[in-house]
């Protein structure tokens, strides 16, 4: 390993006493417990039916996961800078040498990784998939790990530029000039690597196969980076002009599109994926067909809307206050469907389903998120069915 690799391992690994210490001053683990607690209690039926209670657990809740979620992310960030060191000294790659040699005074972390549903469908497909010297992937031992490292390494883009800010000296002291770390990363997409290994027909039906059962790949890897063509299309699409609130909200749905089941009653208040979502459970909900059935654990629809709205609000605002669709309208004003506006909620008659606006389609369609029984997933469709839609009031009150 090159040196400088490994004196900025060595400085990140005398930084991460001082982490663990920190989770023991803060009781980490106390306030998860507190936490899953604060949670049964939010699920409970009847919870929301006292406002004044229900509000200060919710503010209880919020100020707890938001603790947490600030250590977490220092956690994230030790873990992501020690990663890319590591990958980038075990490829022999010199292109951060410089940075790294000089210096900083700070590190700023762009973009995402590839999607590890997508990783490892490619990695499988390019090894096993090959029909002269096919592989086993199932057991990853240490030659299949360096095979698997390679594709994500090709399927991650990382580069690195040191912007250099010049501060005024004062009379006692001279200038100084701070120096910040960007690195960003760029992600492939499965598709491109189709292309780059030259895939077969064989490869490329396998690959197919494999990436139709998302739900599946995403269980194992828990991951929410947003994959699916029709949602990136719609994200991308995006105004400038569109609020931030109005952003955030449908970017947190459009993550979960193809990647979490329909489960009758399911609810979720966590940040980002919840290890429940796919685990076999009980449906105990009443006034379903699968009520008293074992299924894979997910989320309905409003249960969705509650979980995008948690997630982009980083656990501020619950619309509906959990109350299902029925609630989540009445938090809404009416208006016209050709008044409708990316981010608002759309309803079934009676309110018996309920999604969210998440833009038009190339021929001016309007596309709407839903977590929907027939489909037993998150997906993008068309407005059939839904009969009315409202503006949020959050979005008028921030």
């Not at 001082?18 to 001053?25: M, R, V, Y």
Request: hydrophobic residues 35%; glycine residues 8%.
């Amino acid at each position: 390993m090159n040196i400088a690799f490994d004196t900025y391992k060595q400085k990140l690994n005398d930084c991460r006493p001082a982490l663990d210490g920190l989770a023991d001053s803060l009781n980490i683990e106390g306030m998860r417990s507190e936490l899953e607690r604060l949670h049964a209690m939010q699920e409970a039926p009847g919870f929301w039916d006292d406002p004044e209670k229900s509000q200060k657990v919710a503010v209880k809740t919020r100020q707890t996961e938001t603790k947490i979620a600030r250590y977490e992310k220092m956690l994230t960030d030790w873990d992501d800078l020690m990663t890319i060191c590591e990958m980038a000294a075990e490829e022999d790659d010199d292109s951060m040498l410089e940075e790294l040699q000089t210096g900083y005074d700070g590190v700023v972390l762009h973009g995402q990784q590839a999607d590890w549903s997508e990783v490892l469908a490619v990695f499988a497909c390019r090894f096993a998939g090959d029909e002269q010297n096919g592989v086993d992937v199932a057991t990853l031992d240490a030659d299949r790990m360096s095979k698997l490292k390679s594709v994500f390494w090709d399927m991650t883009e990382i580069t690195t530029e040191v912007e250099e800010i010049y501060h005024e000296g004062t009379n006692d002291e001279d200038g100084w000039t701070e120096y910040i770390l960007h690195i960003t990363v760029t992600p492939q997409t499965a598709n491109a690597m189709r292309m780059a290994y030259r895939f077969t027909a064989y490869q490329n039906d396998a690959l197919d196969e494999l990436l139709s059962d998302r739900t599946a790949l995403a269980s194992l890897t828990k991951s929410l980076t947003i994959t699916n063509a029709d949602a990136i299309s719609l994200l991308r699409a995006m105004p400038k002009e569109l609020s931030e609130e109005r952003h955030a909200v449908v970017e947190r749905t459009l993550s979960l599109v193809g990647k979490v089941n329909y489960f009758w009653g399911g609810k979720s208040l966590v940040f980002g994926w919840d290890d429940r979502w796919g685990q076999l459970a009980k449906v105990t909900a009443d006034g379903s067909s699968t009520t008293g059935a074992y299924r894979p654990y997910g989320l309905d629809c409003s249960g969705m809307v509650d979980w995008a709205f948690y997630n982009a609000t980083d656990g501020g605002y619950i619309i509906g206050h959990g109350g299902g669709a029925v609630m989540q309208h009445s938090y809404c004003t009416p208006v016209r469907w050709e008044d409708a506006q990316i981010g608002d909620l759309a309803f079934y008659p009676d309110d018996e389903h309920v999604g969210i606006v998440a833009g038009w389609d190339k021929d001016g369609s309007i596309q709407i998120v839903h977590c929907a029984s027939s489909y037993n997933n998150v997906v993008i469709t068309g407005k059939e069915g839904f009969a009315a839609v409202g503006h949020p009031i959050y979005y008028t009150n921030v």
